[in-house]
Nanobody
Framework: QVQLVESGGGLVQAGGSLRLSCAVS????????MAWFRQAPGKERDLIAA????????KYADSVKGRFIISRDNAKNTVYLQMNSLKPEDTAVYYC??????????????WGQGTQVTVSS
């Protein structure tokens, strides 16, 4: 079992950047695939970026590909989401998640509390 705490959300103008961090407790962090999801008001929670346990493989939703970068530092038990060229439609609550097996959307069963990102036009 792991516990996740996100930070780094806030208000930013369109075209700007933010970096989200997710600190993970537990000595087995390096065994987990990690991901970022987001949920906009009235919409479902969507997987937007995921990274394998080693950090060697990543995947992105089409909506953020080329703008967002997921990374992890296993020595610091932290996963990051660098968000560039932000758009108003990126406004959402962003959640960090962990999966002990697999890395499809349904495999992520440990969640943080979420952090709000608001992009103004």
């Amino acid at each position: 079992q792991v516990q996740l705490v996100e930070s780094g959300g806030g208000l930013v103008q369109a075209g700007g950047s933010l970096r989200l961090s997710c600190a993970v407790s537990g000595r087995t962090f390096s065994r987990y695939a990690m991901a970022w999801f987001r949920q906009a008001p009235g919409k479902e929670r969507d997987l937007i970026a995921a990274i394998s346990w080693s950090g060697g493989t990543t995947k992105y939703a089409d909506s953020v590909k080329g703008r967002f970068i997921i990374s992890r530092d296993n020595a610091k038990n932290t996963v990051y989401l660098q968000m560039n060229s932000l758009k108003p439609e990126d406004t959402a609550v962003y959640y960090c998640a962990a999966a002990s097996e697999g890395w499809g959307a349904a495999d992520f069963r440990s969640w943080g509390q979420g952090t709000q990102v608001t992009v103004s036009s």
